[in-house]
């Protein structure tokens, strides 16, 4: 889990944050961001606004957009610079492990307890704490990050003793929380807690005017560290990068441009440096069944409805659960399978939590039609590949 004790920035670059924050420019570009375009000189102006203050910073915006190095700028052009900067990644963990890796534990609170354990936002007392991929978080644990919120206290798990923390809170999200609250999945009293003041990052495909200033900064620094003369784009490259919907958004880009460093030669990226997808040679992953010819998406939905209410016949009334269900459960056991049964990576993928997984799981009975592909052990704790939680953690 990544932790930073202290700015992220070097001395320099904060000296140049603490006068961005009074004496430049609102609307120039922060420190490890580039773009130019009007949607973004207005996250620029925005986290320079809100930075000074203690509210809370709900950041949203598509994976690979950048929301790390906004939080990172907000917390550096605080008052809280000095302090630590702890970021935790709320998607890449269970939720027993999770609460205590964000609460702390003591001694023999759970199996495997071994010592106490202090938590993240003790780490990030009198600094920032960055909360990525929050809408992962589990009800249960949205009530204590409510608590933190509010009241500024909390309980480590298995103690009684109450902590007391001033931490500022930045978290991130790439779903809209209003969504997921309309389906239960997150607290409508968190969402207004943290999304006190909302900074939207635009998608790459948004701000098209930008895509040219990404592409020469990435080429210099690839260029740089591997020692490579490419320092010019051609414009019929630069014409495909730009027309590109960059679904994977700046970090998509970032590699294709190191890769085109190291792969090609001479000091001009050229068209054929590029992927196939972006010369347009092929499709990207192009679905196929069954030996039939490759077919879009929508077509092979349209012909799945089709059949499923050709098979059910004209008088059935369970048409949405003999449908839905029999692709939402073919869905779910083979994302389970490329994840090698891992359930909170699978979770990760579908968009769900990992209790509606469970009980996804227990309504299809899927677990008893997926073949064992996991490396060691069985049951429960060999499919989340995590230690197996104590029955009461809290």
């Given at each position: 889990m990544p932790i930073e004790t202290r700015s992220s920035y070097g001395p320099h670059v904060k000296a140049s944050l603490a006068g961005s924050a009074s004496n430049a420019d609102p609307d120039a570009a922060l420190p490890g961001v580039i773009g130019d375009s009007p949607v973004m000189r207005e996250v620029y102006r925005t986290t320079?606004?809100?930075?000074p203050s203690r509210a809370c910073v709900l950041i949203v915006g598509e994976t690979g957009t950048g929301k790390e190095l906004i939080a990172r700028a907000i917390h550096d052009l605080s008052p809280r610079s000095t302090g630590p900067y702890i970021r935790v990644n709320c998607g890449a963990l269970t939720e027993s492990l999770l609460e205590s890796e964000l609460f702390g534990h003591v001694k023999g609170s759970f199996t495997g307890a071994v010592d106490n354990r202090t938590g993240r936002f003790e780490a990030a007392h009198a600094g920032s704490i960055f909360l990525d991929e929050i809408n992962s978080t589990s009800p249960k644990l949205q009530v204590k990050l409510?608590?933190?919120l509010q009241e500024g206290e909390f309980e480590r798990v298995g103690d009684n003793n109450t902590k007391k923390v001033d931490t500022r809170i930045v978290a991130a999200t790439n779903r809209d929380l209003l969504d997921e609250i309309d389906t239960g999945r997150f607290r409508e009293d968190l969402y207004y807690r943290?999304?006190?003041v909302p900074i939207l990052l635009p998608a790459l495909r948004d701000r098209r005017d930008d895509v040219e200033l990404l592409v020469l900064s990435f080429l210099k620094r690839y260029a740089e560290q591997n020692r490579r003369e490419m320092r010019k784009v051609?414009?019929?490259?630069?014409?495909?990068l730009r027309e590109h919907d960059w679904p994977g958004n700046v970090?998509?880009?970032?590699?294709?441009?190191?890769?085109?460093v190291i792969l090609g030669s001479g000091q001009e990226m050229l068209v054929e440096h590029l992927p196939p997808q972006l010369r347009g040679e092929t499709s990207p992953r192009p679905i196929r069944h069954r030996g039939a010819a490759s077919a879009d998406f929508g077509s092979l939905t349209s012909e799945l409805v089709r059949q499923g209410i050709r098979t059910a016949g004209?008088?059935?009334?369970?048409?949405?659960d003999r449908v839905v269900g029999q692709v939402e459960r073919e869905l779910i056991q083979q994302v389970l399978?490329?994840?090698?049964?891992?359930?909170i990576k699978a979770a990760a993928r579908l968009g769900i939590?990992?209790?509606?997984?469970h009980k996804k799981l227990s309504e299809y009975r899927i677990d008893e039609n997926l073949p064992a592909s996991a490396p060691n052990g069985d049951g429960d704790d060999a499919r989340s590949g995590e230690p197996s939680p104590p029955d009461d953690e809290s």
């Open positions: 320079r606004q809100v930075a409510l608590r933190v943290l999304n006190v051609h414009p019929e490259a630069m014409r495909k970090r998509e880009l970032q590699n294709y441009v190191e890769r085109a004209p008088n059935a009334t369970d048409l949405h399978q490329s994840c090698d049964r891992v359930q939590n990992r209790n509606t997984l």
